[in-house]
């Protein structure tokens, strides 16, 4: 894929997970990275494994004034020219348990933090000639599920904030896609237990979960050149699990 080269790229809650196999494959693929996270031992544990290409910079992703830092420090490293807003919350609560701190926390981290994101930079996309947004959602925000009424809430809006900075920014050379993974191999599926995980297995058509690093090749996708024309499309990858 082309367009990696020289090019510096912000990642939200890239020090574990999805966002650390995305910093992995931009470093592997020539750019310059900005992990940007809360979690501070594994951000720098990252940053020391990837070398040069890769920084560290801690960041609450509910702060517009450490948006406004890692933009900063990424445009330090050079022109900044994608975004992955990949940070988020899922804590799974029955509607009937679920309290307003909950669901403002969902609300909180995945929708204002995409916004934030998005806002923070679109100014130094313009100095640099355009760039990408990755926002991360989920096949949440394509149907639904059980038990999880505020993340889904949350993961439609990041689907239809997309969609709208899309439109806005199009004409500024920004292009901004969501991606909408299913089950994925992750820390984040501790969060449930051992047989919950097993049964939305079972119903994933392709009968696995998915890995982080195929959620990485298809963010890089949209990142890269190879991804011009595309703009506020929404990418479901999850073995069939949205059908």
């Known amino acids: 894929m082309a367009g990696f080269v020289d090019r510096v790229f912000l990642i939200s809650g890239g020090a574990r997970g ?3 196999a995305q910093a992995r494959d931009l470093v592997a693929a020539g750019a310059q990275v900005v992990i940007a996270d809360l979690l501070l031992d594994q951000g720098h544990a990252l940053a020391a ?11 609450d992703v509910t702060s517009e004034a450490q948006w406004a830092q890692a933009v900063a420090v990424a445009e330090a490293i050079g022109p900044l020219r994608g ?16 309290d307003t701190a909950q669901f403002e926390r969902h609300t909180r981290v995945n929708q204002l ?8 930079v679109v100014p130094a996309f313009e100095r640099s000639g355009g760039g990408a947004i990755v926002n991360m959602s989920s096949t949440v925000g394509l ?6 009424i ?9 689907r239809g904030m997309t969609k709208a900075a ?18 994925i191999d992750t820390d984040m599926l501790g969060v449930r237990s051992a047989e919950d995980n097993l049964r939305r297995v079972r119903q994933v058509p392709m009968q696995r979960m998915g890995t982080k690093e195929e959620i990485a090749k298809l963010v890089l996708f949209l990142l890269s050149d190879d991804s011009l024309y595309m703009t506020g499309s929404e990418l479901a990858i999850d073995g069939g699990a949205a059908l």
């Open 113 to 120: 933090g995409t916004f934030l994101g998005m806002r923070a």
């Open 150 to 158: 505020g993340y889904t809430a949350s993961k439609w809006a990041v």
């Open 166 to 183: 899309a439109l806005e920014l199009a004409a500024r050379n920004i292009r901004v896609n969501s991606v909408h993974p299913g089950p």
């Open 18 to 20: 999805l966002g650390s």
């Open 49 to 59: 494994e990837l070398g040069a290409a890769c920084v560290f910079q801690p960041l």
């Open 83 to 98: 975004l992955v807003n990949n940070a988020g919350v899922y804590t799974p609560v029955p509607l009937l348990d679920t």
């Open 143 to 148: 149907r639904s599920a059980p038990n999880a």
